[in-house]
């Protein structure tokens, strides 16, 4: 176990910003309630993905936490082991279903510090609010093209 | 200040054409990544039309610049030929006569020894990609020596573990470990891309490192596989692009060239002494 000079753990802060397939806006500004996720069911499905990849031992090991959670912005902080930082990394490349819902997780910032992860976290709502708007955008699109392939190949 | 490093992923379906520059550029500076190779299908030669047409769009999408989408300059293209029972080894020459000149990168999907063979020997061809069931099998010793000889690329999809079930991945795992053993010992080089559908397929650089410091790469490997070799494949393919390109190390150049090239070394010279 990699510690500090006085004994402690070291640890590691990722903040991810994570985006859903299915968001159906009721109307046309808010999130529908079921795709607004809670910090519980984040952890489960990165903790079960982390088990289900490198074993409950390891994953017991890794210490995951979540710190801070934004929903509306689809950002949060999780905490880890520095020991454990890239096999969860690799949990949430792995992670394709967020509590049912596809979904991706992207780790776009590590740091060693609480403080200046949040700081990062600030600095960049901005910029996501508008690549989510726009992944929403694309995503409708793909999915009635999806949809408009599949009538016709039942036509067929 | 150091240079930052260039990172591409060079397989993307063309979805991502739906976005607009900007919020591409936006999406990619997220990502950490500074060009994406869009993807072409063909499997048959009646497609070779429509994929000229394909490459002709993005091109012209590409063409259209201003300098506040300087995003357009890192979208490259990628030809994947998906070997069916159809396309026989003469119809694959004939893909490749008709689309190299026109595109920067040339896939193909291997699914027998002899294409394998084949295609490593082959110079118009860069990358070279396995189904998953049969990577352990078609990668052998002999051919992962080959490959480093004739400085072929092999890729590693993400998606094909992401987009199967947890059982499915186990397999796919060992399989692809195994070949990638072999592959590291004669030093050949991976090329990982992500073959994204969708934005859920998406992933960035730091994702694609650990992932492959979980199949035992080391953090030097993972680094090389993500940056060097994507863009040494780049490069080179440009370079070939270039109307002046004869030969490997060969190309046209003018006097005037030779002669700015000669004062500059004058010049160095001078400043030294």
């Known amino acids: 176990m990699l510690t500090t000079a006085r004994g402690k753990e070291r640890q590691r802060y990722i903040l991810v910003h994570y985006f859903l397939f299915h968001v159906e806006n009721t109307n046309g500004k808010q999130d529908h309630p079921s795709t ?27 210490g995951l936490y979540i710190m801070t959670h934004d929903p509306s912005c689809r950002l949060f902080i999780l905490r880890t082991s520095l020991q454990a930082l890239d096999d969860v990394i690799t949990s949430l490349t792995m992670i394709t279903k967020i509590n049912g819902i596809p979904g991706v ?9 609480l403080k ?14 508008r690549i989510n708007q726009q992944l929403k955008k694309v995503t409708k699109e793909i999915a009635t093209n999806q949809a408009s392939f599949l009538e016709e190949s039942k036509e067929r | 200040m150091q240079k930052k490093k260039q990172v591409h992923d ?17 999406l990619l500076r997220h990502l950490n990544l500074s060009g994406i190779a869009i993807i072409h299908e063909i499997s048959t030669l009646k497609e070779i039309n429509d994929v000229k047409r394909q490459l002709k769009k993005v091109n012209n999408w590409k063409h259209q610049m201003n300098e506040n989408e300087p995003v357009r300059k890192g979208v490259f293209q990628n030809i994947l ?19 190299r000149p026109l595109t920067e990168i040339i896939t193909i999907e291997c699914q027998t020894a002899a294409l394998t063979k084949w295609a490593i ?10 189904p998953p069931h049969h990577v352990k099998s078609l990668v052998d010793a002999s051919t992962a020596r080959l490959i480093k000889e004739h400085e072929k690329f092999v890729e590693l999809p993400l998606s094909h573990f992401l987009s199967i079930s ?108």
Not at chain 1, 105 to 113: D, H, N, Q, R
Not at chain 2, 81 to 99: D, G
Not at chain 2, 169 to 193: G, N, P
Not at chain 2, 234 to 251: A, H, I, S, V
């Open chain 1, 36 to 62: 607004l996720i809670t910090d519980k069911q984040l952890w489960k499905t990165i903790s079960r993905t982390h088990s289900a990849l490198h074993g409950d031992i390891k994953s017991a090991l890794a």
């Open chain 1, 105 to 113: 997780m992207w780790p776009f910032k590590i740091s060693g510090t």
């Open chain 1, 116 to 129: 200046k992860c949040k700081k990062i976290m600030k600095k960049s709502y901005s910029q996501i609010i």
């Open chain 2, 10 to 26: 060079l397989g993307i379906h063309q979805w991502i054409l739906q976005f607009s520059p900007n919020y591409l550029q936006d």
């Open chain 2, 81 to 99: 030929i998906k070997e069916r029972q159809s396309l026989k080894p003469a119809a694959v020459k004939k893909i490749l006569m008709e689309l």
């Open chain 2, 121 to 130: 020997t082959d110079r118009r061809i860069d990358l070279l990609t396995f």
């Open chain 2, 166 to 273: 947890p059982a499915h991945r186990i397999s796919t795992l060992r399989q692809y470990m195994e070949a990638l053993e072999r592959l590291r010992k004669k030093d050949s080089r991976i090329i990982v891309t992500s073959r994204a559908q969708s934005p859920l397929g998406l992933r960035n650089p730091l994702q694609v490192r650990a992932f492959l410091k979980s199949l035992n790469f080391t953090d030097d490997e993972a680094r090389k596989i993500v940056i060097d070799n994507p863009t040494e494949l780049l490069r080179k393919n440009l370079e070939k692009l270039d109307p002046r390109y004869l030969l490997p190390g060969m190309k046209l150049i003018t006097l005037e060239e030779i002669i700015d090239e000669m004062t500059r070394k004058v010049k160095t010279l001078d400043e030294e002494e």
